[in-house]
Nanobody
Framework: QVQLVESGGGLVQAGGSLRLSCAVS????????MGWFRQAPGKEREFVAF????????YYADSVKGRFTISRDNAKNTVYLQMNSLKPEDTAIYFC????????????????WGQGTQVTVSS
């Protein structure tokens, strides 16, 4: 079993920055590629960013490309999401997820999930 715990969410003004963290335990962290997703009220969970097991490749949703950066520290069993130039439409609960396979944008393909952390961007 793999446990994921997100942190770092909060309230920020438009144009501001936040860094989310996701601590992973239970199995070798480097065995899993990682994704970040978000879910706004009344909307479906959507893909935000993905990073391969080694951290050598990353992928982003068009809506966050150039503003968000996903990274991982395999020595600390942690994946990060640096969010800059935040917009009110970025407001959502942000989830990290682990996948044993290749890159996927469908949340149903992921094996393990954290509980989420709220990000609120005020205008």
């Amino acid at each position: 079993q793999v446990q994921l715990v997100e942190s770092g969410g909060g309230l920020v003004q438009a144009g501001g920055s936040l860094r989310l963290s996701c601590a992973v335990s239970g199995r070798p962290f480097s065995s899993y590629a990682m994704g970040w997703f978000r879910q706004a009220p009344g909307k479906e969970r959507e893909f935000v960013a993905f990073i391969t097991r080694s951290g050598g490749s990353t992928y982003y949703a068009d809506s966050v490309k150039g503003r968000f950066t996903i990274s991982r520290d395999n020595a600390k069993n942690t994946v990060y999401l640096q969010m800059n130039s935040l917009k009110p439409e970025d407001t959502a609960i942000y989830f990290c997820a682990a996948i044993a396979g290749p890159m996927k944008i469908n949340p149903h393909e992921y094996d393990y999930w954290g509980q989420g952390t709220q990000v609120t961007v005020s205008s």
